[in-house]
């Protein structure tokens, strides 16, 4: 399943960006079978696009890299995004991007911190598409699950150089409406504990 990430959806006027107000996306997208929706497993899970919001046209842009979408999104509240950031971009480029049921959106948080080096952080879509849940990967292999784990993995391990404020928890909301209406009315049958993993 894709997941792609792009920021909240907002009113189409100028406005300063807040906490609760995102243009940072991501597209989980779940593969189909000839008669329903067909989970991916882990192996063949990924975010597959990055998008973002222009703060002054509010067209979505596709984001290359996760690395760069990380960069846009730590700091968008005090640098918000616009067209003029990306190469042979501008305003009045035609947005190609759009919301729909073809893809499942999930809407990221803004400022969350940049993964530190040697690390990876892994969003997990549930199987009914309800939420997501996120966890680190250490260079050395340890899975840190939740923020109270951080400091105790640092203390253990100061070589690395971080603090607790490198990490975020926070995942990004899914976007209801763009649940395909197959797997909603197929979510009875979704175990309670399956987890699609977004790499």
Partial sequence: MDTYATPKPVKKKKRKLSTDDNPCMLEARLERSEKFLKYAGNSNSKISMWA???NDCFKWRSIPTEEEFEEIRRKVIEDPFTCSKLPNISC???????PDTKRTWVIDRPNVPKTPPGFKRTLVLRKDCSRMDCYYTTPNGIRLRCITEVPLFL???PEYNVTPEDFSFTTPKVMKETVPQDLLLDKKKANSSG?????
């Fill in 195 to 199: 987890r699609i993993e977004c790499n």
């Fill in 52 to 54: 973002v919001q222009c």
């Fill in 155 to 157: 203390q253990k391990h």
């Fill in 92 to 98: 009045d480029t035609e947005q190609i991007i759009e």
